[in-house]
């Protein structure tokens, strides 16, 4: 599901919302017909959230950023494979210089990573397109199909139009109000 | 790719993460043991170098010293983590929050509160402390300053979603010490009298093992209301 509107219209805050990071004012979120706020720590195991900040140390290098989330999510997984997978997003000779070297884009990749190392059945991702290139932008879409075919769901807000065709698509529009 | 559901993992890749970042900015680690260094060399030069004098107020001086350099890392130990937005990927992990909380508090203390420890001896000397007392100082500090973690991150947790939190974090956080300062000094002074201070150790043992229960708690729920 794709979440559009103007700035300031609230598509971040809806996210954050549905993520639990922040209360709603009225309401709850239904997560597999639970209340979130009750059992967040096994709602959690089913979220992959990525923000505007994307919790990428800029003093860590790449490897040692994914290293330490996948540690921090319970995924386990060998060196080669983050090695392989970084170099898959185009950081090669990039994985351990300290992520502050690296451009916006790079950097995002690193978040993206992520992407392709967990098992969450929902994405809430807020503007993951920010500073991709076109290549990029490509290889990310090509991942959500995957992760579609695959039976998980995507919520994400982007102001660029997706490209590639998604069959499930649905879009919400949210409008600016004072 | 395979799933490990263990505390252990991820007590250990927070804190790892947390020394390891330390290290790399070795001014994290040096510039709290220099500020310890200093405010006790002031002490000297503002009330006369009188030996007797000077051992006298030592234990106060070295605790006070001990607590204000303390204060000086405890602004870090959850800012970058919430600019980046590491929080929330820690918010978000499976995990109990305050379990990474904890390994959080544990690495401050390893890279603030150990270095004071191994240094107080030094420190005792240059203020002229008697030699008896130099194991009370020891002891309350190895105690005491794992409790200033605790407690100073609890004003952390509240105060880093703000743009100048580290004043109102002092502020916060200074009267809460007070209990750890009268009873780590009184067991230094104690000591001095030759006279046994297992009781302050046992009080101050008791809080730290109320704050390592508690206060992780009190921490988590501070930086979710930060977060949101």
């Not at chain 1, 089913?46 to 994307?54: A, E, M, P, Q």
């Not at chain 1, 990573?113 to 994405?123: G, M, S, T």
């Not at chain 2, 240094?119 to 005491?144: D, K, R, Y």
Request: proline letters at 4%; one cysteine or more; charged letters at 15%.
């Amino acid at each position: 599901m794709q979440i559009e509107g103007p700035n300031g219209a609230g598509k971040t805050s809806l996210l954050r919302i549905i993520s639990g990071f922040a209360r709603p004012d009225e309401g709850n979120v239904l997560f597999n017909n639970q209340n979130i706020a009750e059992d967040y720590d096994n709602f959690a195991q089913s979220l992959l959230f990525i923000g505007h900040r994307t919790g990428v140390n800029l003093q860590l290098t790449a490897y040692e950023n994914v290293q330490h989330w996948l540690g921090v999510h319970g995924y386990g997984c060998t060196e080669d494979e983050i090695y392989s997978l970084l170099g898959k997003l185009g950081l090669v000779g990039l994985e351990d210089v300290p992520a502050r070297t690296l451009s916006a884009g790079q950097q995002r990749r690193v978040a993206l990573v992520r992407l392709w190392l967990n098992q969450a059945k929902l994405w809430i991702l807020d503007e993951p397109f920010t500073a991709l290139d076109k290549r990029g932008v490509a290889m990310l879409q090509g991942r959500f199909q995957e992760h579609l075919d695959s039976g998980g769901s995507i919520l994400l807000t982007t102001h660029q139009d997706l490209t590639n065709s998604f069959s499930s698509l649905q879009t919400l529009v949210l409008e600016y109000r004072h | 790719m395979q799933v490990s559901n263990s505390y252990w993992t991820l007590f250990c890749n927070v804190y790892r993460k947390d020394v390891t970042l330390a290290f790399r900015q070795r001014a994290e680690i040096v510039n709290p043991l220099l500020f310890f260094l200093i405010v006790i060399t002031l002490f000297p030069l503002a009330i006369g170098p009188e030996p007797a004098l000077l051992a006298r107020m030592a234990p106060g001086i070295i605790w006070v010293a001990a607590l204000l350099s303390t204060m000086l890392g405890l602004d870090k130990i959850f800012r970058d983590d919430y600019m980046d937005g590491s929080l929330e990927q820690l918010i978000a992990s499976p995990y109990p929050l305050s379990l990474a909380v904890l390994a959080k508090v544990a690495a401050h203390w390893t890279t603030a509160g150990l270095p004071m420890v191994v240094m107080a001896p030094v420190f005792a000397l240059l203020m002229n402390l008697e030699p008896q007392a130099l194991g009370a100082t020891v002891l309350t500090l190895l105690i005491g300053t794992p409790l200033l973690s605790f407690i100073g991150a609890i004003g952390a947790g509240l105060t880093v979603g703000l743009q100048k939190g580290g004043i109102l974090m002092s502020l916060l956080v200074l009267p809460l010490y007070i209990p750890v300062l009268i009873f780590a000094t009184s067991a230094i002074d104690t000591s001095i009298m030759s006279l046994a201070y297992s009781g302050q150790l046992a009080i101050l043992g008791a809080m730290l093992a109320v704050a390592f229960v508690a206060a992780p708690i009190a921490i988590s729920s501070a930086l979710r209301v930060s977060v949101s």
